[in-house]
């Protein structure tokens, strides 16, 4: 069994700053891409920001030179700072994890149960 658990969300003004951390643990043997991916409200879910284990990020238009991710892969942790953050930055924010589970199993995504950041003046 595996778990992504989010920390870090809540309310920033524009311009503010945000970190979020998503910790996996449970049955792992190896994680590949962790990402974050959000959602507003009617919107579909989509890609933010992605880390390989060896560390090469890739980010969504929206938010290059404005949010970073990186990661802890001793600590299955995996963060996205977020900065001069805008009125189109609100949403659900999830953490992804595409794990291996058993030396002789294929990896699977998995997910947190998101984290809310809202901004708002």
């Known amino acids: 069994q595996v778990q992504l658990v989010e920390s870090g969300g809540g309310l920033v003004q524009p311009g503010g700053s945000l970190r979020l951390s998503c910790a996996a643990s449970g049955s792992i043997i190896r994680i590949n891409v962790m990402g974050w991916y959000r959602q507003a409200p009617g919107k579909e879910r989509e890609l933010v920001a992605a880390v390989t284990s060896g560390g090469a990020p890739n980010y969504a238009d929206s938010v290059k030179g404005r949010f970073t991710i990186s990661r802890d892969n001793a600590k299955n942790t995996v963060y996205l700072q977020m900065n001069s953050l805008k009125p189109e930055d609100p949403a659900v924010y999830y953490c992804?994890?595409?794990?291996?589970?058993?030396?002789?199993?294929?990896?699977?995504?998995?997910w947190g149960q998101g984290t809310q950041v809202t901004v708002s003046s």
């Open positions: 992804n994890g595409r794990i291996r589970t058993a030396a002789w199993a294929y990896e699977y995504d998995y």
